[in-house]
């Protein structure tokens, strides 16, 4: 079945530091893939999503290229502010014909400090 | 344009009382989802809807759990009887459409304690 690993958190940065968050999926055909962002006390919102290979998806200066030879959507930010302390969510739909779930990671708690 | 809306935001009950949750999902969409936060189990889709008709229920737990949806505003999701194992975070979700069907958005979420 699909599945999708997230590096484990917390994850601790000071500001303006370089951030990665690794995603790992496992699915047949070609899914789609999303990070999900929940702000302390509020519901998942979209991040950003990429639809095919080589894709990139980007918002808010977070970036995610698809790699369908690694079978990686890792999650990227060159400079982190403290309004993006957040846990992230990796998750991948299925491909045509795999249901109509969307599969998500265990999630990847970020801290950015001062 | 207000987001998904849930309420309560915290519901602490006592095992084998009824529990209702509720939510209005945002104006215009055709899908509302019903999903559970927990550490153990991480998130988990428990049912979705389109146009107000149930499509998937496999992720329901057990018959404790029912949703209905009654008109395109409004969903509750009840479990009855409630039970400890029953404490979670329970988020309403909507999409727009079939196309942007996994473009979700989400409600604050109900925080739920059985005691």
């Known amino acids: 079945g699909n599945s999708v690993t997230q590096m484990e958190g917390p994850v601790t940065l000071s500001e303006e530091a370089f951030l990665t968050i690794n995603c790992t999926y496992t699915a047949t055909g070609y899914p789609s893939l999303f990070w999900y962002v929940q702000y302390p006390g509020e519901g998942l919102q979209l991040l950003l999503k990429?639809?095919?290979?080589?894709d990139k998806g980007s918002n808010k200066g977070f970036e995610a290229t698809y790699r369908k030879e690694t079978t990686s959507f890792h999650l990227e930010k060159g400079s982190v502010q403290v309004s993006d302390s957040a846990v992230y969510f990796c998750?991948?739909?299925?491909?045509?014909?795999?249901?109509?779930?969307?599969?998500f990671g265990t999630g990847t708690q970020l801290k950015v400090e001062l | 344009d207000a987001g998904v809306i849930q309420s309560p935001r915290h519901e602490v009950t006592e095992m084998g009382q009824e529990v209702t949750l509720r939510c209005k999902p945002i104006?215009?969409?055709?899908?509302l989802f019903w999903y559970r936060q927990t550490m153990m189990r991480g998130l988990e889709l428990l049912i979705y809807f389109n146009n107000n008709v149930p499509i998937d229920d496999s992720g329901m737990p057990e018959d404790r759990f029912s949703a209905k949806m009654p008109n395109a505003s409004f969903s509750t999701l009840k479990i009855q009887p409630s039970e400890p194992r029953d404490s979670a975070v329970y988020f309403c979700a909507s999409s727009r459409d079939s196309v942007a069907f996994y473009e979700q958005y989400f409600g604050p979420g109900t925080r739920l304690t059985v005691t």
């Open positions: 104006s215009g969409h055709d899908y």
């Open positions: 990429a639809t095919k290979a080589d």
């Open positions: 998750a991948l739909s299925p491909s045509t014909g795999g249901g109509n779930k969307l599969t």
